[in-house]
């Protein structure tokens, strides 16, 4: 995917739209903290909060996250 859908792949392996830290759960305590952490940051990676794998932690990475937000991985669907 290209970090619009639930499933994303830039890393090389699926991963969740705003499961920032990768834990399974698109959470305020984590996720949010990594996004806010790292807004604005170029040639950012996923896991520092480059959610839609454009280099960079925006507004667009806010916005999937929030789509998200209180999702498990359990509800998300990871097929490509």
Not at 24 to 35: H, K, P, S, Y
Not at 56 to 66: K, M, R
């Amino acid at each position: 995917g290209d970090g619009t859908g639930d499933a994303c792949e830039c890393t090389g392996r699926p991963f969740w739209a705003g499961d920032v830290n990768h834990n399974g759960l698109v959470d305020g305590a984590t996720d949010f903290i990594v996004l806010t952490t790292n807004f604005g940051f170029a040639v950012a990676l996923p896991s520092q909060g480059d959610q839609n794998c454009d280099g960079v932690v925006d507004g667009a990475d806010y916005t999937l996250w929030a789509d998200h937000l209180g999702r498990s991985s359990s509800e998300i669907d990871l097929s490509p």
